[in-house]
């Protein structure tokens, strides 16, 4: 189910709701069902060294070893 950023038309709030596709959402404000559903942002990817570095760890913590070298018990970049 995705996640839908919508502005309630009575009340002119903003929210976010995660909406199956054959439900008529309503404002968790009000309660009106008059929403306009508004273009959202994707969210880049983190590519710092850190987030990079953590991602890999618990990568090769759960197992998957494509970017962990066994022999020195290091990730490779």
């Known amino acids: 189910m ?3 950023d919508y502005i309630c038309r009575k009340c ?4 976010e ?4 596709s054959s439900t008529v959402p309503a404002c968790p404000h009000c309660g009106g069902t008059r929403l306009q ?7 880049a990817p983190g ?8 991602g890999r760890a618990r990568a090769a913590k759960a197992g998957h070893t494509s ?3 066994r022999s020195n018990g290091k990730i490779v970049d």
């Not at 002119?12 to 929210?15: E, G, I, S």
């Not at 559903?37 to 969210?43: I, V």
């Not at 590519?47 to 953590?54: M, N, P, R, V, W």
Request: proline share 7%; aromatic share 10%; glycine share 0%.
């Open 47 to 54: 590519k710092s060294a850190t987030l990079i570095a953590a």
């Open 37 to 43: 559903t508004l273009m959202s942002a994707p969210a």
């Open 17 to 20: 709701l995660l909406v199956m």
């Open 2 to 4: 995705p996640i839908y």
């Open 67 to 69: 970017n962990y070298r």
């Open 12 to 15: 002119k709030r903003n929210f």
